[in-house]
């Protein structure tokens, strides 16, 4: 799988020790890694990752809050879900697969998912900004979690909006001069890396079986869905992506470029399988 930001340095601030990025380059047959190890990773990420500068203050300039503050605003709130739905499915899920490492590794994800969630909201302090408690982005968003209830249908989504976080973030870096929030921007993005990661070898998993006809029927599905979420992102955060440089065919190319290479990924023929 080719997973990659605007920027590729962002690679380089990522271990290739961890196993799940290894296979983030050119492919080779890879094996999928279990759920025991996407344990291991999580817990080790935890505890590791950049130093933000916080004592450096917001240095947010007056032009950037008007552009990307309220955009901030409402990505934060969507980095704060306590995962009381994707929890619960989770441990069905596991409990009909024998996968059982498999809620600690969704709940290790929260967490993490959770942590870029305090970093925004921690900035958006500082810089005098605030946080917002509803924006119509994120109640649409969390409706449509409530509803689901399997987890080729929780995940589908939630990759997809982690693949746009990629474009999203690297705008805002791009966007400011602050090294409190580009540094919070790097670290989000390093981890958004694995996450897609492990949202596609969950979704090679279950599609793992699927005649032909009906992977292409779930490609097709998802083809539009990932255009309604790609929409409304842009609704909702164009003043934002554009401030980083991604006007409307900027922001499409990338889109699409990353998605494309998280379908490629979550294909379960690319993958060596040991049963």
Not at 82 to 99: C, I, P, S, T
């Amino acid at each position: 799988m080719v997973v990659c930001f605007e920027s590729q340095s962002y690679l380089r601030h990522v271990s290739l020790r961890k196993g799940p990025l290894q296979t983030a380059g050119v492919s080779r047959t890879p094996r999928l890694w279990t759920t025991a190890a996407w344990v291991d990773y999580f817990r080790a990420n935890a505890v590791t990752g950049r130093a933000i500068p916080w004592r450096s203050g917001a240095a947010l300039t007056d032009a950037e809050r008007a552009a990307i503050g309220r955009s901030l605003q409402a990505w934060q709130l969507g980095e704060t879900s306590e995962g009381h739905h994707l929890r619960a499915a989770a441990v069905r899920y596991a409990e009909r697969v024998g996968d059982a490492d498999y809620p600690a590794a969704i709940d290790l994800f929260i967490r993490e998912e959770q942590r870029h969630g305090a970093m925004l909201g921690r900035f958006l302090d500082l810089a005098g900004i605030g946080r917002v408690e509803a924006d119509w982005g994120d109640y649409l968003f969390r409706a449509a979690r409530y509803w689901l209830t399997n987890m080729e249908a929780w995940t589908t989504p939630v990759l997809m909006v982690e693949t746009l976080a990629m474009v999203y973030y690297n705008a805002i870096r791009r966007a400011t001069g602050s090294h409190v929030l580009r540094t919070i921007c790097s670290q989000i993005l390093a981890d958004e890396v694995a996450h897609v990661r492990f949202q596609c070898e969950r979704l090679a998993r279950i599609l793992r079986g699927r005649p032909r006809f009906g992977l292409w029927l779930t490609m097709l599905a998802q083809q539009l869905g990932f255009l309604v979420v790609l929409l409304l992102v842009w609704l909702g955060h164009r003043r934002a992506l554009r401030a980083g440089g991604y006007g409307w065919r900027r922001y499409w190319r990338a889109a699409w470029d990353r998605m494309r290479a998280a379908w490629r990924s979550m294909d379960p023929r690319r993958y060596h399988w040991d049963d």
